[in-house]
């Protein structure tokens, strides 16, 4: 592979809120920007604060990271720098259009799964502190489930499951 410079870029430090439209958005004053990746987190989406934009010419691209490195942005010193080709990895853009991950909605717990739920935890809670010798009661979250006309189950089996 040649050490040929590239119209690909890398920029970190990249400030807090900072998504892909705002980078295209901002350093399309340069010129056309291609693709732009910002590194995500898996387990939560936020930005990682680096990514990559390509441009249409190594020429737009030398010109950026000229004049964009070490650039004050929302406190943070950006750091710009036009990639070689040896360091651009060949799928560098290929979920770059996808975007972030959305956030799956929670399914709530139905009232009688919930009150199963406390139902078993206190029963724990009680049986370890039996087993230390201490006698110590509360008042039940699972009585006002009952009242509320709720059933538990006195085997600990879950509740019944429709079959789709």
């Not at 919930?114 to 502190?129: N, P, R, S």
Request: hydrophobic share 35%.
């Amino acid at each position: 592979m040649t050490d040929e410079l590239t119209s690909i870029i890398y920029v970190g430090h990249l400030p807090e809120d900072f998504d892909e439209k705002q980078l295209k958005k901002y350093f399309s004053q340069f010129g056309k920007v291609l693709n732009v990746q910002l590194s995500r987190s898996k387990k939560t989406g936020n930005s990682k604060h680096y990514g990559w934009l390509e441009f249409e010419t190594p020429e737009i691209a030398k010109t950026v990271a000229k004049a964009m490195n070490n650039y004050l942005l929302f406190n943070n010193n950006l750091v710009c720098e036009q990639l070689p080709q040896s360091k651009v990895h060949p799928m560098l853009f290929k979920n770059a259009r996808r975007g972030p991950k959305k956030e799956k909605p929670k399914t709530p717990l139905t009232k009688q799964e919930l009150a199963l739920k406390l139902a078993k935890q206190e029963k724990v809670i009680m049986a370890k502190l039996a087993a230390k010798g201490i006698e110590y009661s509360w008042p039940s979250l699972v009585s006002q489930f009952e009242k509320a006309g709720v059933t538990i189950p006195e085997n600990d089996e879950a509740p019944a499951q429709k079959n789709e």
